[in-house]
């Protein structure tokens, strides 16, 4: 087994901080793919994660722990250190906020009300440097902390500048680069001012592995690489020459990690919620989502689907709920605060549309509550899951595995995993409100067995490639 040292970059951490009434500084283990991906490497390999302070209370654990030795006792990941950045608050609004939410997510997810935005003006130029200070910042931490021949795991369309940086210094790196995220065609990446689509791709091109979570996402990357560097791609093996050298592309199709969750659903606080909800919505059947208050997941649209059931099929009026939960996101961008906004004034429509004394439709909250979520996954009848276009989205892998009676699926095809669940799922265009309305339907109608059946074959898909495999493949992929 490859032993050589690993350093890992990502915005955001494995852990976020918060200060206590004293003064004493705790810590929260974040959710998501990459930590528990890490936790077996971790164990047995030297390990550095480099990320941003994101809050007060992180910069305060990062001027404790400049050279990344933040007391994190009880951490599940070995002796992994953990190095927190303090990044310029200034420089930091620039890349974060600026240009990786509002411009690079906007360009990958297509959200652009195209004619008013985008719009690349000189604001925007002062907004790449911050971008690049930033990306430096991460390069520099990483190259302080490195060994010879580390395996470096940069993640995300924040980080893209880094790879080349790293390469630029020290060629005896072997660096991987992941995206989370859908990549933008080539019709839709043009919109970038030229010379920073060009950068964001050479600057990838730094590393020696990409990785996607779907074909999807790197066939557009290469043909991005075709269009703008004009460089020769071998499709058959899914490389790039450039600079030299040959760059590999792979897809890596992130799976649910079934048995912590499991153990975590299990607890007593997932069982309160579960009765506490269950007294709330009686006997009636439930159609559940759970996203970030995030455009790209198109809430507003699902919410409009479940008021054409409604309308469309009163016989479902008083027999259903709908439990949509949102984690407030981004509230930086004033496009997030908006969509909440939103968001939430057709919620309140649609309960005064149709609510009676004994029967609230639909029970939305935004509000972060990680184990209220896994209770809703566990009662769902119907999982509600229709993005614009989403990277993969875990919870339509997520949910099925926890369900209690077996769920069904209703699933845009925008969505990563569509392309693993697309077979047992209900597939929607998630434009169109009266299909998305039909699907529900058919979902909420579906006979028992088969539910269970297809929930089964869900299950068996979504947990081929469990978050320590899927982060293994990306490390061979270095050797
Ligand atoms: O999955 C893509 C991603 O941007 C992650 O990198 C990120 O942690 C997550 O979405 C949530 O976004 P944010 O960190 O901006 O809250």
């Given at each position: 087994m490859d032993k050589a040292q690993l350093l890992v970059a990502s915005n955001r951490g494995p852990v976020s901080f918060s200060i206590g009434e004293d003064g004493s500084l705790d810590y929260r283990r974040g959710g998501g793919g990459l930590v528990s991906g890490l936790s077996s490497v971790a164990e047995t390999t030297d390990t550095l994660w480099v990320c941003a302070a994101l809050t007060e209370a992180d910069r305060t654990a990062a001027a404790r722990a400049?050279?990344?030795?933040?007391?994190?006792?009880?951490?599940?990941?070995?002796s992994m250190r953990v190095r927190m950045l303090d990044i310029p608050p200034d420089t930091f609004t620039d890349a974060?906020?600026?240009?990786?939410?509002?411009t690079l997510w906007f360009v990958h997810h297509m959200l652009y009300d195209t004619p008013n935005k985008p719009r690349f003006d000189a604001a925007f130029r002062t907004q790449w440097e911050g971008f690049r200070s930033y990306n430096a910042a991460f390069a520099e931490a990483l190259l302080t902390g490195s060994a010879d021949n580390a395996r470096v795991a940069v993640q995300d369309y924040h980080l893209a500048l880094v790879p080349r940086m790293l390469r630029q210094r020290r060629p005896d790196l072997r660096i991987a680069h992941f995206s989370h995220t859908p990549w933008a065609p080539p019709e839709y990446f043009g919109m970038l001012p030229g010379e920073v689509g060009r950068e964001l791709l050479e600057g990838m091109l730094g590393a020696d592995h990409l990785g996607f979570l779907s074909r999807r996402w790197a066939d557009a990357f290469l043909r991005c690489c075709e269009t703008f560097l004009r460089v020769d791609v071998d499709w058959s093996r899914r490389t790039v020459e450039f600079g030299g050298r040959v760059v590999h592309v792979g897809v890596h199709a992130l799976g649910a990690d079934a048995d912590s969750l499991r153990r975590r659903a299990a607890a007593a606080d997932v069982e309160e919620w579960r009765t506490a909800l269950r007294e709330r919505v009686g006997d009636t059947r439930l159609i559940v989502r759970v996203d970030r208050t995030e455009l790209s997941k198109n809430i507003v649209r699902g919410m409009e689907a479940y008021r054409e059931l409604l309308r469309e099929h009163p016989e479902w009026q008083g027999r259903v709920t709908h439990l949509a939960f949102a984690y407030p996101s981004r509230g930086d961008v004033p496009e997030y605060r908006e969509y909440t906004e939103q968001v939430q004034r057709v919620a309140k429509e649609i309960n005064q549309e149709f609510a009676t004394a004994d029967w609230s439709p639909l029970i939305m909250e935004v509000t972060d509550d990680f184990p209220r979520s896994l209770a809703a996954y566990r009662m769902a009848d119907v999982l509600l899951i229709n993005p614009?276009?989403?990277?993969?989205?875990l919870v339509a892998k997520e949910a099925p595995a926890l369900s209690d009676d077996g769920c069904a699926l209703v699933l845009s095809?925008?969505?990563?995993a569509a392309d693993e669940l697309g077979t047992d799922s209900i597939l929607?265009?998630?434009?169109?409100v009266t299909q998305t309305a039909a699907a529900l339907r058919k979902a909420l109608e579906m006979p028992e067995d088969e539910r269970r059946e297809r929930c089964e074959r869900l299950v068996e898909s979504a947990t081929a490639l469990p978050p320590k495999r899927w982060f293994a493949e990306q490390l061979s992929a270095l050797k």
């Open positions: 400049p050279e990344g030795r933040l007391d994190l006792a009880g951490f599940d990941l070995g974060y906020t600026r240009v990786a939410n509002s614009i276009r989403d990277g993969m989205n095809t925008e969505a990563g929607v265009n998630p434009y169109d």
